[in-house]
């Protein structure tokens, strides 16, 4: 599955801006200081964007739900 493929629903930032695919995930992650990235929900979050890349299924699924709770950790999301 590529790393184009859109989420079933799009995750929401709290900016308004919504992420549709998972390489806009994971772009998002990347993006977040180096510190944050290796907090445990958002090291959750990589690990499944990864399998939804590399499996989908339901992979597609977990991965939304491992972004919007790593948002949620995080205070809604940075941007």
């Not at 493929?5 to 695919?21: A, E, Q, S």
């Not at 990235?37 to 959750?44: K, L």
């Not at 491992?66 to 948002?71: K, V």
């Amino acid at each position: 599955m590529p790393w184009s493929m859109p989420f079933d629903d799009p995750v929401p930032l709290r900016n308004g801006r919504k992420l549709l695919t998972l390489q806009q995930a994971a772009d998002y992650i990347m993006q977040l200081p180096e510190d944050a990235q290796h907090e445990p929900h958002w090291q959750t979050a990589i690990e499944t964007l990864i399998n939804a890349a590399e499996a989908g299924g339901g992979w597609l699924l977990f991965a939304r739900i491992a972004m919007l709770r790593a948002l949620n950790a995080d205070g809604g999301g940075h941007g």
